[in-house]
């Protein structure tokens, strides 16, 4: 008889893998190949030798990969991020895609709450390694889809109340996350888990707007107020956070002015036309040090020609481009996480702003502490 070691009898944790033995108690008579170390055990040598030999420090994990396409056709299958293993928490994980459908903290054209499902299903086209920059974030990181965060579509305030607590039993895990809104509320409960973690962190922001209001009609929570109300309950290090793409009206010159009050580096998009933004993101990573950074991607920080589908569209933003140059700027950084938001999928049927989206995740994911390179 051959036994396959599975995630049912190892646990990572730390890169130590825990084992139990109760599953293997009635087994009378073995013989199996260990599939990472394909050392053999047999009757002659006590199990308690094989689960020594799985529970060093220095044992090799085997790391979820993306499916092939030679495995399972792009059309087939779950479509989880990038077809990478669903499983229920962020456990044994160094960095997790999860989705937050909501869109009850938009006051104009909603539909974000599809943007989570969209997306997954634009990333089936992706591919393992990054071809342009020789980052291979699956031979360097375990990663999974863990799935979507449960709540309420009803309450604002009690959405965010089940982000944070969902966030939170995620990133104590010590995993990274990857996330995909969702409209912009939703990275304030975020950072309040992030906060609780990692204490107060830097912010990049690409967006068109700052999202600094007070209130709208005496609301306090809602997709104009996430960096505000992140600053007041001390989430966020003042003098390093930075906010790029910034453009269009305002009702109030203070719409505008108060993130630089609080000390914010403010890029307006007109600050970005017509160059490369390199040069900027060496500038962030000398602001930013060794400390904690978390990065919020709005998908209308770009321009509409580039990403039309989402619900408060502003011309005159970034490129394509530039969103790249942004985020491959973040290597080297002390990421602990970052999202993209406001992608509504019904304003786009070309599909090509949820793709979009996707691509910008998988950056973020190779840009993470702890990704090799290859020199391409």
């Not at 895609?97 to 869109?103: R, T």
């Not at 982000?163 to 975020?190: N, R, S, W």
């Not at 719409?255 to 490369?276: I, L, M, P, T, Y």
Request: net charge neutral; with cysteine; hydrophobic share 35%.
């Amino acid at each position: 008889m051959f036994l396959r070691a599975s995630p049912r009898f190892l646990k990572r944790s730390a890169g130590v893998i825990k084992t139990d033995v109760s599953n293997f108690r009635s087994v009378n008579s073995y013989c199996f190949k260990d599939r990472l170390t394909s050392r053999m055990f047999t009757k002659s040598e006590p199990l308690t030798t094989y689960f020594r030999s799985i529970s060093t420090t220095n044992y090799q994990r085997q790391l979820n990969q993306p499916v092939h396409p030679e495995t399972l056709p792009r059309p087939g299958g779950i479509a989880t991020m990038m077809r990478l293993p669903y499983q229920e928490t962020a456990d044994g994980l160094d960095a997790c895609f999860v989705g937050v459908p909501m869109d009850i903290g938009t006051g104009y054209r909603s539909g974000t709450r599809f943007g989570p499902r969209h997306i997954r299903h634009e990333s089936v086209i992706l591919r393992a390694v990054n071809c342009s920059t020789g980052a291979e974030p699956f031979d360097s990181l375990q990663v999974a889809d863990i799935g979507d965060v449960n709540l309420c579509m009803y309450d604002v305030q009690e959405a965010c109340r089940n982000i944070e607590d969902q966030f939170q039993a995620i990133v104590d895990t010590g995993c990274k996350p990857l996330i995909m809104g969702g409209d912009h509320t939703i990275t304030y409960p975020i950072l309040k888990a992030i906060k609780n973690k990692y204490g107060p962190v830097g912010l990049i922001q690409v967006d068109a707007h700052p999202d600094t209001s007070d209130s709208i009609t005496g609301h306090k929570i809602l997709h104009s107020t996430p960096i505000r109300r992140a600053l007041e309950d001390g989430c966020l290090i003042a003098n390093k956070v930075v906010q790029i793409g910034l453009r269009g009206g305002g009702y109030s010159p203070d719409n505008f002015k108060w993130g630089k009050q609080q000390g914010f580096r403010v890029v307006r998009a007109e600050d970005c036309w017509h160059k490369s933004l390199v040069p900027l993101m060496g500038e962030i990573r000398e602001m930013m040090g060794d400390s904690p950074v978390y990065l919020t991607f709005d998908i209308d920080g770009l321009d509409p020609s580039v990403a039309p589908g989402t619900g408060v569209i502003e011309q005159g933003g970034l490129t394509g481009i530039q969103g790249l140059e942004i985020i491959r700027g973040c290597k080297g950084l002390s990421l602990v996480g970052g999202d993209v938001t406001e992608i509504c999928p019904q304003f786009d049927p070309t599909g090509r702003t949820c793709r979009l989206g996707a691509d910008l995740l998988y950056e973020l994911l190779c840009v993470l502490p702890g990704v090799k390179y290859h020199d391409l």
